[in-house]
Structures are given as C-alpha cells and as structure tokens.
C-alpha cells in the first residue's frame, strides 16, 4: 500500500553483527505548510490590483490530507499535493470557470503554481520555485 520502501542495516551497541530491518512508508508533508497564503509576487514582479477581479490569489493548505483550496484571483480552485522530501507539486488541480476581466493573471498564476517543483519557508513567506526561476512568492495570513 505504501509507495517506498526502506532497508536499514543496524548494529546494537558493541555487537559485532548487523541486524538488517525492512519496512514501508511514505513521507509526511511539512507542517509549516499548513495555513493560509495570499498571493505576493507572481514570476518576479509584485502584484497589483490591477492584475486580478476581485481579490488577490490566496491558498489554503491542508497539509495532513495533501490538499489544498482557494481562490485564483477570479475562480475558486482546489486540488492535491504530492511531497517528497523537499519536492512539492500542486496537482489535480480543478477550478471554477468564472468570467474573469481580460487583465487578469489567473491563468498566469495557475500555470506559475502547477510549475513549482520546490519550496521554501522564511519570515512568514512561502516561495514556490522551478529548478529555473522562483515563480511564486505567498505571505502567511493566518
């Protein structure tokens, strides 16, 4: 059921023999994850209003579940995570299909955050990145 596997090859104290050990599992999402993220920079440029309807972009991540939910800038999204030891993707994700003013970056910023193969947590701020470019930059709001 587990999709990795693991071997470990243990020495108990001053025994002189390694005791071989097996297992399953699978890696466990990085809590710091979990919360709510608006919408900061979008491909190395600071958002404004003008670039989105309504609100800005912002997320919310469940990360016990591996989803996520929330708003595009014009639609509601929602979709799953795929973690691995430092890889996080965004995928399955699904939207509503809003009319959307001709300025606005949803699907910009859809195809930002479906790009991101990585991530990182500092000061309240979530950057999701390709090995090539930071894409997105999110704040913390909860």
């Not at 809590?31 to 919310?60: A, C, Q």
């Not at 579940?65 to 430092?86: A, D, H, P, Y």
């Not at 300025?103 to 910023?109: G, H, I, P, R, V």
Request: net charge negative; with cysteine; aromatic share 10%.
């Amino acid at each position: 059921i587990s999709p990795y596997s693991v071997t470990i090859d243990m020495k108990k104290g001053v025994d002189a023999e390694l005791q071989k050990l097996e297992g399953c599992g699978h890696y466990v999402t990085d809590y710091r994850l979990h919360d709510i993220w608006v919408l900061e920079t979008l491909n190395g440029k600071t958002i404004t209003k003008t670039d989105f309807s309504k609100e800005f972009p912002l997320m919310e991540i469940q990360a016990a579940e591996n989803t996520f939910s929330g708003f595009t800038g014009c639609s509601r999204m929602n979709g799953s995570l795929f973690f691995e030891k430092g890889l996080l993707r965004f995928t399955n994700v699904a939207t509503t299909r809003m009319m959307c003013e001709p300025s606005n970056k949803e699907d910009e910023f859809l195809k930002a955050l479906q790009s991101s193969t990585t991530y990182f947590i500092g000061n309240n701020r979530l950057t999701l990145s390709n090995p090539s470019e930071i894409l997105t930059v999110f704040k913390k709001i909860d």
